[in-house]
Nanobody, 125 residues
């Protein structure tokens, strides 16, 4: 089992930037894929970005492509989500997730078997 702890959320004006971090523990970090999902009030959880164990393959939702960048530092057991040009519609709780079974950059939430507690991101207009 992987334990995940997100940080870096907060309140930011539209057009601003935030960097989310997710520290992992419990299994060898370089052996699994990671993803970021988000959930806005009254909406279903949706995929934002994912990255393979090596970092060579990444995937983004169309809604964040060109604005968000996912990366990982296997030496620090940490995955990041750099969010630029933030919009009010990016407001959500952001969750980090680990895919220890398929080890890919999947966008399907059921492929992830470990989840963090989430961090709130609020973008003001």
């Amino acid at each position: 089992q992987v334990q995940l702890l997100e940080s870096g959320g907060g309140l930011v004006p539209a057009g601003g930037s935030l960097r989310l971090s997710c520290a992992a523990s419990g299994r060898t970090f370089s052996n699994y894929g990671l993803g970021w999902f988000r959930q806005a009030p009254g909406k279903e959880r949706e995929f934002a970005a994912s990255i393979t164990w090596s970092g060579r393959t990444v995937r983004y939702a169309d809604s964040v492509k060109g604005r968000f960048t996912i990366s990982r530092d296997n030496a620090k057991n940490t995955v990041y989500l750099q969010m630029n040009s933030l919009k009010p519609e990016d407001t959500a709780v952001y969750y980090c997730a680990a895919d220890t079974r398929y080890n890919g950059a999947t966008n399907y939430y059921r492929d992830y078997d470990s989840w963090g507690q989430g961090t709130q991101v609020t973008v003001s207009s």
